[in-house]
């Protein structure tokens, strides 16, 4: 095991299953990066995608905010679970992987009407917090960080203790999904980065 992968562990989680889950997340985007024509973050790689952010998709370990209004007991901070689903009192598991938060609330007001538990339900979902990011390669402390909005290629490189003095510092790829498929394209430093994003900081040649 090499002194940089020691250094991986920025955090501990809650439970082995949690553990086990984001480890295989992170093995699932390396082999990707593996399975493509390159992987180096330098000038091989064809330029990321630009993909103008559309609706926010929710995604394992977002963190929201529902209000049902006359239901108290439903109301409250969820997470996005491993299977992709928020765990509800009174009416069990709602589906939300890839859903925006307004067709969130259409699932949770349907699930209300069916079980009949309120006549004209009224929903509202917001995020509270979004699903992490990860910043591997040539900086001090790679590993997974809180996803921040306006969070830029440099700023994540600053959050994970900036560039070591192996780094291409004026180079970067990201490994991103895009429409469902892992996608790797170099990027800048000023390029924004997204919730589950792979940011990697190359290592220059001497």
């Given at each position: 095991m090499s002194a940089q992968t020691k250094r991986y562990p920025v955090r501990s989680f809650g439970n082995v299953r949690t553990v086990v889950a984001r480890g295989c997340a992170i093995a699932?985007?390396?082999?990707?990066?593996?399975?493509?024509?390159?992987?180096?973050?330098?000038?091989?790689?064809?330029?990321?995608?630009?993909?103008?952010?559309?609706?926010?998709?929710?995604?394992?370990?977002?963190q929201v905010r529902i209000i049902s209004f006359g239901e108290d007991q439903l109301s409250g901070p969820f997470r996005?679970?491993?299977?992709?689903?928020?765990?509800?009192?009174?009416?069990?598991?709602?589906?939300?992987?890839?859903?925006?938060?307004?067709?969130?609330?259409a699932k949770i007001k349907q699930r209300l009407l069916k079980d009949k538990l309120l006549l004209d339900p009224s929903v509202s979902v917001e995020v509270l917090g979004y699903r992490p990011i990860f910043i591997?390669?040539?900086?001090?402390?790679?590993?997974?960080y809180p996803y921040q909005p306006g969070m830029t290629v440099l700023t994540a490189v600053a959050v994970a203790g900036g560039f070591t003095y192996r780094a291409r510092s004026q180079e970067a790829s990201i490994l991103r999904k895009i429409a469902g498929h892992p996608v790797e394209g170099r990027?800048?430093?000023?390029?924004?980065?997204?919730?589950g994003d792979v940011?990697?900081?190359?290592?220059?040649?001497?």
């Open positions: 699932a985007l390396t082999i990707a990066c593996l399975s493509a024509e390159s992987c180096s973050s330098g000038p091989d790689l064809p330029p990321l995608p630009d993909t103008p952010p559309g609706p926010y998709l929710l995604g394992v370990d977002d996005v679970n491993d299977r992709g689903e928020i765990a509800m009192p009174l009416i069990g598991s709602v589906p939300a992987l890839g859903l925006t938060t307004t067709e969130l609330e591997l390669g040539e900086v001090s402390k790679p590993g997974q990027v800048t430093r000023e390029t924004e980065v997204r919730p940011v990697n900081i190359p290592e220059r040649f001497f």
